[in-house]
């Protein structure tokens, strides 16, 4: 989504304000990462979820001479106390982003004071049951229209988890009908013990509006991918790593940043956060400046041969054997 407007950055960071949510999904890991009150308003929150710190923040960028995009996410963005300021200062130079459920207060606030133009995107997430059980679905489709209006760009998106199939038709209709265009994105975890999305069936997929393609983009192993060449994870701590599975430090967003030479390859069979799909012109720029084949391994050549190897004579495997390998995975 990232050329929406054709913006001119060098690179993104993904940023995770906290795991703190004002909703409580079933599917969804990041409100459950630490033992929260769950709430509808953020100022019940506000003592719990540090403040960004904004003048390291800035230094930090501004030190590493690079225009940025900052993907807010979390948890819930809106609720960090001082989301609004952070988001003036840093649309000042750089872009950002959002991933929200929209319910917060701030987003009026948002909406009222930050330039549509340095707004790349807002991904309005719609979780449609929790929503309706916390009867905030409407100050949702309010939010969604005021963001709208003013000029920024913002897309309701659901996660398509297996117990809304039968409801999917009602919802877009639900939708459609207050100007919404509902779209679906894969659900990602276990359900009644299959793994997703890799478990769609054909008719499922198609009853999300999601296709194969959707779902490849998740087998990244052995690609080539910009996550800490010119794509960084921010952690609530300020911590940066390559992405949210690479635990390979950048840096801290308040103390300094400093990005790989090389290119990776995904060491993942299912990679949860493809950076070179999800800003595609940002992984073509790195391919532009950096010989393809000039790539780091994250795992050794030896571990991934173990890897291959294991998994090609795994079934063969007497149960002692077996019970040897998955103990030193």
């Known amino acids: 989504m990232s050329n929406l407007r054709n913006p001119q950055y060098d690179a993104c960071l993904n940023l995770v304000t906290s795991y703190d949510?004002?909703?409580?999904?079933?599917?969804?890991i990041a409100g459950f990462a630490r033992n929260l009150v769950i709430c509808d308003?953020?100022?019940?929150?506000?003592?719990?979820?540090?403040?960004?710190?904004?003048?390291?923040?800035?230094?930090?960028?501004?030190?590493?001479?690079?225009?940025?995009?900052?993907?807010?996410?979390?948890?819930?963005?809106?609720?960090?106390?001082?989301?609004v300021e952070a988001c003036i200062e840093l649309t000042r130079k750089h872009f950002i982003a959002f991933n929200s459920n929209l319910t917060p207060k701030k987003v009026e606030e948002f909406a009222e004071k930050i330039d549509p133009?340095?707004?790349?995107?807002?991904t309005a997430s719609c979780h449609i049951k929790e929503l309706e059980r916390k009867?905030?679905?409407s100050r949702y489709i309010h939010n969604f229209f005021l963001l709208k209006n003013r000029g920024f760009p913002i897309f309701a998106v659901e996660v398509g988890y297996p117990p809304l199939l039968k409801d999917v038709e009602k919802y877009k209709k639900k939708f459609l009908e207050q100007g919404i265009d509902l779209t679906f994105?894969?659900?990602?975890?276990?359900?009644?013990?299959?793994?997703?999305?890799?478990?769609?069936?054909?008719?499922?997929?198609?009853?999300?509006?999601?296709?194969?393609?959707?779902?490849?983009?998740?087998?990244?192993?052995?690609?080539?991918?910009?996550a800490g060449f010119n794509v960084g994870a921010i952690y609530p701590n300020g911590d940066i790593h390559y992405c949210y599975q690479i635990n390979k430090s950048l840096g801290n967003i308040y103390e300094g940043i400093k990005f790989n030479d090389k290119l990776t390859r995904c060491p993942f069979k299912?990679?949860?956060c493809p950076m070179?799909?999800?800003?595609?012109?940002?992984?073509?720029?790195?391919?532009?400046?950096?010989?393809?084949?000039?790539?780091?391994?994250?795992?050794?050549?030896?571990s991934i041969i173990y890897e291959k190897m294991k998994n090609l004579l795994y079934n063969y495997l007497p149960d002692n054997t077996k019970k040897l390998f998955n103990r030193n995975i």
């Open 185 to 226: 994105c894969p659900y990602m975890g276990k359900y009644k013990g299959k793994f997703y999305p890799d478990s769609y069936s054909e008719k499922e997929l198609k009853i999300f509006g999601l296709t194969k393609k959707d779902i490849n983009i998740f087998h990244q192993y052995g690609k080539l991918c910009n």
């Open 21 to 28: 949510c004002n909703l409580e999904c079933d599917y969804c």
């Open 135 to 137: 009867n905030l679905l």
């Open 270 to 272: 299912f990679c949860n």
């Open 276 to 302: 070179n799909m999800y800003d595609i012109p940002l992984f073509r720029k790195a391919i532009s400046e950096v010989d393809p084949y000039d790539a780091e391994w994250i795992q050794s050549g030896i």
């Open 41 to 83: 308003e953020p100022s019940e929150l506000n003592t719990k979820i540090d403040p960004i710190n904004i003048s390291a923040l800035n230094k930090t960028l501004n030190d590493s001479n690079k225009i940025y995009r900052i993907s807010f996410t979390g948890g819930e963005p809106f609720l960090t106390p001082n989301i």
């Open 117 to 122: 133009e340095r707004v790349l995107f807002i």
